[in-house]
Structure formats: structure tokens, C-alpha cells
């Protein structure tokens, strides 16, 4: 099932196994959020016992991860009003009201985000066997665009500390790539079951080895593009039998880096998992104060609400999720 030596037939193979076309109807859109259910809300709603919540975003800075690669920059935040203005009486509102307003620019992959159906295509088709450049054009995506999926992120949520369960010191090594094997391994560890309709967070610890380089002076080094722990291509399979709705981690880009090919390919997982699977697939997701509440309660399992920011049009959008056990 998986040839090293060639990428070709063995991605080709995999995104037959693993393919939604069709499944939910030839219009279809939502991919695998078709997954997550009005039933699946009301189970996810039920695991809010002590009202605990947990910030997973990355916050949206000029310090951020991102260098360049890929036309990502990071965050720039200018304001459009200060108090400074305010003193000044500018501008001139009546009975001396004043206030401060500001904007940001950005790519919208810049940190804490969900990629959309319409960000990656397979040799020039797009989910659901569309032709990749009717669905995405100089407009945006004017079919699967981040917005269909509005009202829609919310349930329940399932962390595999596969850094934990399998790392040193809580971390995983660049390169190391998570297999069936492991995610079960960590799912058997924690007493959980990754079910129909879950939205799936696996932490790698490589976010909290970046924090450790910042603070000792070295910066984000190759956080971003570089090598890191993650999903195994494998791992698509399991993905798709288990049938989650979503998969986010703690890394740049979900899948392990570099790939498990013993030839050049980039984002192998990616290729399958967004245009054939149809599964949305969270990046840079900061899982570190939720996970050392998990390891310190034993409960892997908890209420996820990750709504993506609705841009019309966009293949990928910033999210700022909560979980709350």
C-alpha cells in the first residue's frame, strides 16, 4: 500500500481508497463536516462538566512564525485612531467623545487556521472531481469557499498527545511520522475513542520546542515549511475509516516533514487528504495548556468550537478555537 520509491502510484492508490466524491451527492461541498452532525453538537455539548476553557490560537502578531515561504508573511497591525488622536480632539466628535480604531494585513494562513476544500488540488482537480480552475479563480473559490462552512465547526473534540504518549519529554522528534499504529496507541493510553464526526487535535510538542527556542534566543528557526513531526501519509486510511470530520495539529503543516518518499515530493498527505478526502486539516494550532489539563485529569475528550473567520471566497481561514471541558 505504500511504495517509498514511488509517489506517484502510491498517492494515486491512496486517493482511491480514501475518496469522498460523490459520497455525500455530486454538489457537495462540506466533505467531511457532512460528518459532524446535529447529533454529534449535542454529545460534544455534553462533555462541558467544569466549564474549564482553553485558548488554542497562536496569537496573530508580528513575532509570529512566519518568514516569506509561500508569500506567508506575518500579521501587520497599523491603527487608524489612537488615543493620541483622542487628546487632540481628533477627530472632532461632540461632548468630547473620542476612540481608537485599527486594521490588520495578512495572509490568511498567516497562524492559527483551517485549510479549505479549494487550497489544494490533484493534478488540476479539486474535491468532489471538480476541475480546479472552475472552482478557484482570481475571485476565490466560488464553490467550496471557507464561508459553506459557516455555523458548522462546533463539537466534540478529541486530543491524541501523540508527543506525550510517544516523545521525549513530551516532544517528537523532526521527521517522525505518526502511523494508525501510534494514533491507536494514544487514543488506548488516554481511554478515548475517536468516533464518527469528531474533530481530531494531535499534538506533536514541536510548537513547544519553538517557544523554547524564542525564549533561549534562537527564534522560530524553520518552524515554518521546516522539518517536523507529523501525520503519517498512512495515517489517511485510518483517517478515513474512522471518518472525522477534521484534523488539526500543533505544526506548520500536519503531515510529517520531510515526507516518508524516498524521492522529492512536497505536502504527499495534503494531495490526498483536502481534494479527495474532502478533510479540512487545522495548522499551527497552539494545543499546549489544553493538553497539560488533559494529562492532569485524564480526559481526552472535551466541547470544540473552531468557527473559521467567513471570508467570501477564501481557501483557508484564520480560527481562534475554544475547547471547554
Known amino acids: 500500500m505504500f511504495d517509498p520509491q514511488d509517489p506517484e502510484a502510491t498517492i494515486a492508490a491512496a486517493a482511491e481508497r480514501v475518496s469522498n466524491w460523490g459520497r455525500w451527492g455530486g454538489d457537495d ?13 449535542v454529545q460534544g455539548a455534553a462533555l462541558v462538566r467544569t466549564g474549564a476553557s482553553f485558548d488554542l490560537t497562536q496569537h496573530f502578531n508580528t513575532d509570529g512564525p512566519q518568514k516569506g515561504w509561500l508569500r506567508r508573511v506575518n500579521p501587520v497591525h497599523a491603527m487608524l485612531g489612537t488615543g493620541l488622536d483622542a487628546e487632540a480632539g481628533i ?6 467623545i473620542g476612540g481608537a480604531d485599527d486594521m490588520v494585513t495578512m495572509p490568511l494562513q498567516a497562524s492559527t487556521q483551517w485549510d479549505g476544500l479549494g487550497h489544494i488540488f490533484d493534478h488540476g482537480k479539486a474535491y468532489n472531481g471538480r476541475r480546479a480552475g472552475a472552482v478557484v479563480t ?17 463539537g466534540r473534540g478529541v486530543l ?19 502511523t494508525p499504529e501510534h494514533l491507536d496507541a494514544c487514543a488506548a493510553s488516554a481511554g478515548v475513542e475517536v468516533t464518527s464526526g469528531d474533530l481530531l487535535l494531535v499534538r506533536t510538542g514541536r510548537l513547544a520546542r519553538a517557544r523554547r527556542d524564542i525564549s533561549e534566543g534562537r ?26 470530520a477534521a ?11 520531510p515526507s516518508e518518499f524516498a524521492v522529492p515530493t512536497f505536502q504527499p498527505f495534503h494531495q490526498v487528504a ?8 487545522g495548522e499551527m494550532w497552539d494545543l499546549e495548556s489544553l493538553a497539560a489539563d488533559c494529562a492532569a485529569d485524564g480526559v481526552h475528550e472535551f466541547l470544540l468550537a473552531a468557527p473559521p473567520l467567513p471570508v467570501t471566497g477564501a481557501v483557508g481561514a484564520p480560527v481562534a478555537p475554544i475547547a471547554v471541558k
Not at 144 to 149: A, P, Y
Not at 160 to 174: I, K, N, Q
Request: no cysteine; glycine share 16%.
Open 274 to 281: 483536502i481534494p479527495h478526502l474532502g478533510l479540512f486539516l
Open 247 to 257: 484534523v488539526a495539529t500543533d505544526t506548520w503543516g500536519v503531515e510529517v516533514r
Open 160 to 178: 491524541l498527545d501523540v508527543g506525550r504518549s510517544h516523545g521525549t519529554d513530551g516532544e517528537l522528534p523532526d521527521g517522525f511520522a505518526i
Open 29 to 41: 461541498v462540506l466533505g467531511t463536516l457532512n460528518l459532524l452532525t446535529p447529533e454529534k453538537r
Open 138 to 154: 482570481s475571485e476565490g473559490d466560488n464553490t467550496t469557499g471557507i464561508e459553506t462552512t459557516a455555523g458548522r465547526f462546533v
Open 219 to 244: 527564534g522560530w528557526g524553520d518552524y515554518a515549511g521546516g522539518p517536523a513531526p507529523g501525520l503519517s501519509f498512512t495515517s489517511l486510511d485510518w483517517l478515513r475509516s474512522h471518518d472525522v
Open 91 to 96: 477627530p472632532a466628535f461632540p461632548h468630547g
